[in-house]
């Protein structure tokens, strides 16, 4: 691992809470909650991560977030996640959670939800460390579900920032959620979704159309697409690009075919994510070694997605500033220019 890239700076837009348990603290929540698994032990069930599509991912990810019971485990999960982050230098962090995933096991929003607050809270007091929460809606499941989960939400409103699209995403279109996106938007909520990971590219323009998403996570069918590659060139609308994911799920056959060189070079605002790091081989500086080894791409270039990420942040303009300051500074203690 390069010093470069273990030192950077980072700012992770797209990682889903539940995807960063590891499998030994899957094990010790279910030792604590008198819960047994399908799996013998750590191993056996770290082996069963080799997927072939987002689906076969899935069903492995709700199996294991079955653990998760009380307060303190939520926390005890989110606070693993951040200290992770810390030690490789994410300095911000907007996390995605599943409430559907839980309620529909019985357990409370408000326990789910204060969990991953207070580990949200520490890491701020500890580390100076910035977070923002974002409520992902599952999109299997039916719209009224989603309504349903909105307005369990309200009384935590002030913990919350934005909504999201996640799980199944073929056959299960933008257009699906667009009454709950609504709602959303008006009670304040910023707004992102899911497309273009195993959808097609007209997924995120309904994304965008439909559901006003200002942010699309993956998105890289963009690549198959050149006016819209264009469109979200022009408008600097980001894409949360999840490298590791994308080969792990066969999203690309190896990582030197991946978009994410073609869609910087043609100046799309792409920033690096780990996803779900726990089930995908790595966190955010594995992510940005796999764009440099396998995909072979420049510091120049990795210190621009940095920048990116920060760009595309929920941070005040005032935050960006000191925070692309110090991505700035780290390039030139390398002689490293950004590309754009
Ligand atoms: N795609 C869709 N749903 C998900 C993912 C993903 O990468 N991770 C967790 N839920
Ligand atoms: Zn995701």
């Known amino acids: 691992m390069s010093a470069f890239i273990e030192q950077l700076p980072k700012v992770e837009l797209h990682l889903h809470i539940e995807g960063s348990l590891e499998p030994e603290l899957v094990f010790a929540l279910a030792r604590r909650n008198g819960i047994t698994l399908n799996y013998a032990d750590e191993s056996a069930l770290r082996a069963a991560y080799d997927f072939h599509d987002l689906q076969s991912f899935l069903d492995i990810y709700y199996a294991g977030m079955s653990v998760l019971q009380t307060e303190q485990d939520f926390f005890d999960m989110t606070y693993a996640y951040l ?74 409103h002030p913990f919350l920032t934005g909504v999201g699209l996640d799980s199944a995403e073929k056959g299960n279109p933008p257009e699906k959620f667009r009454r709950v996106y609504a709602l959303a938007r008006e009670q304040g909520y910023r707004l992102v979704a899911h497309a273009g990971e195993e959808g097609p590219p007209q997924y995120i323009r309904d994304a965008l159309a439909l559901l006003q998403v200002e942010r699309i996570d993956h998105g890289v069918a963009a690549i198959e697409d050149p006016a819209l590659m264009d469109e979200l060139a022009e408008a ?36 690096v994510n780990s996803d779900d790091p726990a089930y995908f081989g790595g966190y955010m500086n594995a992510n ?53």
């Open 83 to 156: 200290q992770r982050a810390h030690g490789e230098h994410v300095r911000h962090t907007e996390i995605f959670f599943d409430p559907q995933a839980h309620t529909d096991r019985g357990v409370p929003f408000s326990v789910v939800i204060t969990g991953i607050h207070r580990a949200l809270e520490q890491a701020r007091h500890e580390w100076g460390m910035s977070s923002r929460l974002i409520m992902s809606f599952l999109r299997h499941l039916p719209e009224e579900s989603a309504i349903e989960t909105l307005r369990q939400a309200e009384p935590f």
């Open 236 to 271: 600097r609308i980001p894409l949360t690009v999840c490298p590791l994911s994308n080969l792990k799920l066969k999203v690309v056959n190896s990582m030197a075919d991946h978009p994410m060189a073609r869609l910087l070079q043609a100046g799309l605002c792409v920033t």
């Open 288 to 340: 940005y070694l796999a764009l440099q080894r396998g995909l072979g791409m420049s510091d120049a270039e990795l210190l621009q997605l940095a920048l990116n990420g920060v760009e595309a942040c929920w941070l005040s303009p005032e935050e960006k500033a000191l925070l692309m300051r110090d991505i700035r500074a780290h390039g030139e203690q390398y002689g490293i220019y950004p590309v754009r």
